[in-house]
Nanobody, 116 residues
Framework: QVQLVESGGGLAQPGGSLRLSCAAS????????MGWYRQAPGKERELVGR???????DYGDSVKGRFTISRANVKNTVYLQMNDLKLEDTAVYFC??????????WGQGTQVTVTS
C-alpha cells in the first residue's frame, strides 16, 4: 500500500538547477534510508545519492559537489537539490525508501532533461 511519488523533474539548461521531491504515503513508519537513483536510455540504474538514519550521505562520483540529498523523516520526504546540471545528467530519476518490516519501495520515476 505504500506509494512513493516524485515531483520536480523537467527541463533545465547546463549549469542550471532543479530540486526533486519524493513523498511516501500509506504508512505511519519512518524510512530508515532514502535515496535517489537514475537511469539513462541504454544504461543501468545507478546511485545518485542516499541518506541513512544517522544522517550520513553517499553520492555517486559524477554528482559529488553538485547534488545534495536531504530528508524530512516525520513526513517520509526526501529531496534532491541538483546544481550545475550537465547534459549527462539527463535520465529518469527514481526515489527509493527502505521501511522497517515493509522493506524497500520505489517511486515511478521523474524525467530530468538537460539541454542547451
Amino acid at each position: 500500500q505504500v506509494q512513493l511519488v516524485e515531483s520536480g523533474g523537467g527541463l533545465a539548461q547546463p549549469g542550471g538547477s532543479l530540486r526533486l521531491s519524493c513523498a511516501a504515503s500509506g504508512t505511519f513508519f519512518n524510512a530508515n534510508a532514502m535515496g535517489w537513483y537514475r537511469q539513462a536510455p541504454g544504461k543501468e540504474r545507478e546511485l545518485v545519492g542516499r541518506i541513512i538514519i544517522s544522517g550520513d550521505t553517499d553520492y555517486g562520483d559524477s554528482v559529488k559537489g553538485r547534488f545534495t540529498i536531504s530528508r524530512a523523516n516525520v513526513k517520509n520526504t526526501v529531496y534532491l537539490q541538483m546544481n550545475d546540471l550537465k547534459l549527462e545528467d539527463t535520465a529518469v530519476y527514481f526515489c527509493n525508501m527502505a521501511f522497517p518490516a515493509l522493506g524497500p519501495r520505489w517511486g515511478q520515476g521523474t524525467q530530468v532533461t538537460v539541454t542547451s
